[in-house]
């Protein structure tokens, strides 16, 4: 018989390892843990089990590696009826376990997935642009009633970065841009102060509607894309995204904790790139969301170091060639912190859409995973 690979049996073998060694004083039998794992629809006991058997290991799908690290990480999740216990709920020593489960078994799991086929395809680098450039960062500024006092020019410790609204999606991008495109003059403006000769180049809006008049601009006036960006009379804190998918109209919201309802536990994130309307030689990119906690989502999904490769890949299967895409996003919060986006896991990408060079509407070529 056949051995199976190094990487697929440490996979298995960390799986069964949880089940049984994490409580050893419980008993979790595969049945218990199919039917946590698998919620309003149960896993088969012998799906477990192919997970971890030895002898030849099946590969779970890449989601179920945050399932897992969603149980394990607290020992909630097995008194009385085994169940998983939302994120949202967790301390932080069980918030801290969890991102170190999910690291831990998103690692083995690549390892034991092996460079198939279509990710051997270089990788795209939505980051890097093939040309002189330049490229300009649009940011909104914050209102009045909302700057700190280092924001007043009157005071001798005037910092100007403090009127910037998403300072820190601003501050992650600015720098990744700069480091793939070192030859390129790449700048940074509030959307305020920008003259003409700055939407000729590479443009990438951050933030939404509300901060941003150029983002308001461009949804409203030059561009055409399925969703439109509204405020809600519901949700004070934010403006929320509409799709007209099949004549229905569909929105996205923000979740709240159940125990505390100021307390964010997931907001949307937009994604879009397409030519600059000005310049299409160029291209308009979007990074948006519901709150900064999506716009820094939104922007993290194509910079963090652990993810963006695999994201990229996602982008190009499903987008191909497409002159024009864009990617509404589910952003996990945890402590007020943006979780980077996974493509690849079920639940993550809420809704999509892809255009062709003459605006004809092309449907994305998904990848395989469980949606």
């Known amino acids: 018989m056949p051995q199976p690979a190094p990487a697929s049996l440490a996979l298995a073998i960390r799986l069964r390892s ?23 629809e149960p896993l088969a006991p012998a799906t477990v ?28 999740s097995a008194a009385d009826a085994p169940r998983l216990i939302p994120v949202g709920d967790f301390t932080p020593g069980e918030r801290a376990a969890y991102e170190e489960l999910s690291e831990q078994l998103l690692s083995l799991h690549t390892a034991a997935r092996g460079p198939a086929a279509d990710e051997e395809m270089v990788t795209r680098k939505s980051w890097h642009f093939a040309d002189n450039g330049p490229a300009t960062l649009v940011c909104g500024r914050l209102p009045r009633d909302e700057l700190a006092a280092l924001a007043d020019r009157a005071d001798p410790n005037y910092t100007e970065l403090l009127s910037f609204a998403d300072l820190d999606a601003l501050f992650e991008l600015h720098g990744h841009v700069r480091a793939q495109n070192p030859a390129m003059d790449v700048f940074y403006k509030a959307a305020r102060r920008l003259v003409p000769d700055d939407l000729s180049g590479h443009i990438v809006l951050i933030g939404g509607i509300a901060w941003n008049a150029l983002t308001k601009w461009f949804f409203t006036e030059l561009t055409s894309i399925p969703v439109m960006q509204v405020e ?8 929320i995204f509409i799709t007209q998918a099949g004549g229905t109209e569909q929105k996205f919201l923000p979740t709240w904790s159940d125990s505390d309802d100021s307390n964010l536990i997931e907001d949307v994130g937009l994604l879009v790139r397409m030519p600059n309307p000005l310049n299409s030689s160029r291209t308009l990119t979007m990074c948006n969301g519901i709150h900064s906690r999506g716009v820094m989502g939104a922007v993290r999904s194509l910079t963090d170091a652990r993810l963006r490769d695999s994201n990229e890949r996602y982008i ?27 493509f690849n896991i079920a639940g993550t990408v809420l809704y999509e859409w892809a255009t062709a060079a003459d605006g004809t509407p092309l449907a994305p070529a998904h990848p395989e995973v469980h949606r």
């Open 232 to 239: 809600d009379p519901a949700l004070p804190t934010g403006e």
């Open 49 to 76: 089990a192919s997970w971890e058997n030895k002898n030849s290991p099946k590969l779970p799908p890449r989601e179920r590696m945050a399932a897992y690290a969603q149980f394990f990480a607290t020992r909630r």
């Open 18 to 40: 949880l089940r049984t060694d994490r409580w050893p004083e419980i008993r979790l039998t595969q049945g218990m843990l199919a039917s946590a794992l698998g919620g309003a």
């Open 316 to 342: 190009a299967r499903t987008f191909r060639n497409a002159q024009q895409f864009g990617i509404l996003m589910r952003i996990k919060v945890i402590d007020g912190h943006s979780m980077t986006p996974d």
